[in-house]
């Protein structure tokens, strides 16, 4: 069994082993954040692990931003025309579209000063791509459909048989 560690303010923080749950504990640097608890015994002792420790003092952790990357941009839009809407394995025009279908589209054009952002790249399909042009969406008559943004990376990723506990803390996805 392992434990989750929040922060003073009850964000999760990251998984612990029962060895360094034990170190923490033993340093009064945690209280216990759940009634659940794991029984670990060794030779001499018995210990009560909490299957949710809290820190005593707030952590600031800094959030580090994601590099771009032309891939990185096709993967966070789920390689969906941030036009039109359509995806990679859906049929147009009697072809079932690919990831080689789909392209990378500056919002405002590299020729008047866009730049290879987050914020200004997105994925395209060619016919969308093609129709926009050297011109910005407004120009072409084209509306996006949803604002293209820096992904997140500060989550916590956590599989397997999930504690009950611990759900109380993780926002899960079904």
Not at 40 to 58: A, G, H
Not at 61 to 68: A, D, K, S, T
């Amino acid at each position: 069994m392992v434990t989750l560690l929040l922060n003073a303010s009850y964000e999760p923080l990251t998984v612990l082993s029962r060895q360094r749950a034990i170190q923490l504990l033993l340093k009064n640097k945690v209280d216990a954040a759940s009634q659940e608890v794991e029984l670990v015994r060794s030779s001499t002792s018995t210990f009560q692990i909490p299957t949710v420790l809290r820190l005593r003092r707030y952590v600031n952790v800094p959030r580090r931003g994601v590099r771009w990357s032309r891939r990185g941009v096709l993967r966070r839009d789920n390689f969906t025309c941030i036009y039109c809407g359509v995806q990679v394995d859906e049929e147009r025009r009697g072809k079932i579209l690919t990831k080689t279908d789909f392209s990378l589209d500056h919002i405002i054009p590299r020729s008047r000063g866009g730049r290879n952002t987050w914020s200004n790249t997105a994925c395209s399909c060619q016919p969308c791509n093609t129709r926009k042009g050297n011109r910005t969406p407004h120009e072409a008559g084209m509306a996006l459909l949803w604002e293209p943004k820096t992904p997140r990376v500060n989550y916590l990723v956590a599989y397997g048989k999930i504690p009950a506990e611990w759900k109380l803390y993780l926002q899960l996805s079904d």
